[in-house]
T-cell receptor, first 113, second 115 residues
Framework: AQSVTQLGSHVSVSEGALVLLRCNYS??????LFWYVQYPNQGLQLLLK??????LVKGINGFEAEFKKSETSFHLTKPSAHMSDAAEYFC???????????FGKGTLLTVNP | DTGVSQDPRHKITKRGQNVTFRCDPI?????LYWYRQTLGQGPEFLTY????????KSRLLSDRFSAERPKGSFSTLEIQRTEQGDSAMYLC?????????????FGPGTRLTVL
C-alpha cells in the first residue's frame, strides 16, 4: 500500500522568500515520487520526479526536492518565490511502471507582494 | 506534439442524466488513466488501461461508471444516472511504454456539475 501526506493545506509566503512545501510518503517498496502543480481550472503539470537516481532532484521553474529515505520525505523547495508560483501543489507516489499515482491532498501556495 | 485533450471541458447536467466524457491521449502513449478530483482534494485513481485492456478499476468506480478504450486510442468515461456526489473534475492522463517510472501527462480535465 502507498500513501502521501502533505503537511499544511495552505502556505503563504512573500515574494522573494523561500518556498517549502512538505510531503511525507508511505510505501512498502522503493517508490517513485512526483510533484505536480495545478493552476485554477487546469490539469496537472509535472514539476519534478524522483526515480531512484540522484536524491536531490531539480525541476522546472527553479523548484527542487530532496528524497530522504530515513525521513520518508520528499519536500519541495524554491529559494525565491515569484507571484507566478501561486497555485496548488500535489505530491504523488507510484510503486511501479504500470501503477496508479496516489496523490496527497494538495497544498495551496499563495505569494504576497 | 499535442498534449492530452479532453472533451468537453465543462458539463452541467441534471441528476439522473447520463454523461460521457472523452479523452485523447498523446500519440504513442499506450497507457491511459482516469482520475477524479473533488474540491479541496488531490486526484483519486479511477481506472487504468494498457492499450485496449482495462487492467485495474478502483472501488470508487461504482457500477454506474463505465470506461472504454476501443482500439487502444481514445477513451470514454460514462456515468449513468448521475448523482450530485458525482460533481467533480475528471482528469485523464497518459504515459508512454518507454518510461519505467510511470510519469503521467495530464489533460486539462472535464468539470462536471450535477444539479
Amino acid at each position: 500500500a502507498q500513501s502521501v501526506t502533505q503537511l499544511g493545506s495552505h502556505v503563504s509566503v512573500s515574494e522573494g522568500a523561500l518556498v517549502l512545501l512538505r510531503c511525507n510518503y508511505s510505501s512498502s517498496v522503493p517508490p517513485y515520487l512526483f510533484w505536480y502543480v495545478q493552476y485554477p481550472n487546469q490539469g496537472l503539470q509535472l514539476l519534478l520526479k524522483y526515480t531512484s537516481a540522484a536524491t536531490l532532484v531539480k525541476g522546472i521553474n527553479g523548484f527542487e526536492a530532496e528524497f530522504k529515505k530515513s525521513e520518508t520525505s520528499f519536500h519541495l523547495t524554491k529559494p525565491s518565490a515569484h507571484m507566478s508560483d501561486a497555485a496548488e501543489y500535489f505530491c504523488a507516489v507510484s510503486l511501479g511502471s504500470n501503477y496508479k499515482l496516489t496523490f496527497g491532498k494538495g497544498t495551496l501556495l499563495t505569494v504576497n507582494p | 506534439d499535442t498534449g492530452v485533450s479532453q472533451d468537453p471541458r465543462h458539463k452541467i447536467t441534471k441528476r439522473g442524466q447520463n454523461v460521457t466524457f472523452r479523452c485523447d491521449p498523446i500519440s504513442e502513449h499506450n497507457r491511459l488513466y482516469w482520475y477524479r478530483q473533488t474540491l479541496g482534494q488531490g486526484p483519486e485513481f479511477l481506472t487504468y488501461f494498457q492499450n485496449e485492456a482495462q487492467l485495474e478499476k478502483s472501488r470508487l468506480l461504482s457500477d454506474r461508471f463505465s470506461a472504454e478504450r476501443p482500439k487502444g486510442s481514445f477513451s470514454t468515461l460514462e456515468i449513468q444516472r448521475t448523482e450530485q456526489g458525482d460533481s467533480a473534475m475528471y482528469l485523464c492522463a497518459s504515459s508512454p511504454p518507454w518510461i519505467q517510472y510511470n510519469e503521467q501527462f495530464f489533460g486539462p480535465g472535464t468539470r462536471l456539475t450535477v444539479l
